[in-house]
């Protein structure tokens, strides 16, 4: 495994650019891979078994990149499949996402909790075992949100239309009083100025990106694989969708005026 080699970042579509984003203000030297797997996006509505075929296939054409580590930069494809790619690629750092629910058992005060994931991270074992863990002593409101992950993807952070979605996921937990709400999906990030406004400044919002990044260094020096050149590494971004199409949100979220995005070639 090659020091210098990139970092392999991927999700369904651009949600885990929030990621992408923590994990480059800590590694400012480190070059990285970011895989939008937008021919199959979204994964949250899919079932189980085929996001976990899906996600071998996409970590393989990571590992053909030469990656020296793999970030599975979305919650629903950890949930799914995170075990498998590590069985697959034993000799491969694998770091997984999950929502936050241990850091909001800390931080709440009236010790309710909303998560907003999707439906296929809402219903994993790994969850069940998570709100086991978290959840006996605070109560967890759960709510599925099909279609934002597809507004993020079409870059609509700030429409009317996203902002009535929202409303109706979030107002049934503020109903609830919660204090605390988790993002347990990697593109809700980018609606956070949204979500803020709806659910006012008392509520704790919490995403994962910052965690996930700071797990990241930790797995790269347990491996001693930190990039040692003193340089400042690049991005190179694929998807397996419509590039020209992609190439549009990816710069918008990356805050650069123009991305250049590679096709990637993954058999369906
Ligand atoms: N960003 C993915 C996550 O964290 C979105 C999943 C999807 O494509 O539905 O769960």
């Not at 008392?202 to 965690?211: E, P, R, Y």
Request: with cysteine.
């Amino acid at each position: 495994m090659s020091e210098i080699a990139a970092i392999g970042v991927f999700d369904s579509g651009v949600g885990g650019l929030s990621i992408l984003k923590e994990i480059r203000q800590l590694l400012p030297g480190e070059d990285l891979t970011y895989l939008a797997d937008s021919a199959y996006c979204p994964y949250g509505t899919k079932p189980v078994s085929e996001i976990r075929a899906r996600i071998l296939k996409v970590a393989a054409f990571l590992i053909g990149l030469g990656v020296k580590a793999i970030v599975v930069a979305c919650n629903t494809a950890s949930i799914a499949g995170l075990d498998q790619v590590r069985e697959a690629y034993p000799l491969i750092p694998v770091i997984g996402v999950e929502p936050a629910l241990k850091p909001a058992h800390g931080l709440t005060r009236n010790g309710k909790i909303g998560v907003l994931a999707t439906s296929l991270t809402l219903k994993g074992d790994r969850f069940s075992v998570l709100v086991e863990q978290f959840g006996a002593d605070v109560e967890v409101y759960t709510k599925p949100a099909p279609g934002l992950v597809e507004l993020v993807e079409a870059g609509k952070l700030d429409t009317p239309e996203t902002e009535t979605l929202l409303h109706q996921y979030l107002d049934p937990l503020l109903e609830k009083q919660i204090d605390t709400l988790v993002l347990g999906c990697t593109h809700y990030p980018f609606l956070i100025p949204m979500i803020r406004n709806i659910c006012g400044p008392k509520v704790t919002i919490l995403d994962t990106g910052l965690a996930v990044a700071k797990q990241t260094v930790r797995v790269l020096e347990q491996n001693r694989i930190l990039n040692p050149r003193p340089r400042v590494g690049e991005e190179t971004f694929y998807t397996s969708g419509d590039p020209e199409v992609v190439n549009e949100v990816v710069a918008k979220l990356w805050s650069k005026k123009s991305v250049k995005v590679l096709k990637a070639q993954i058999e369906a």
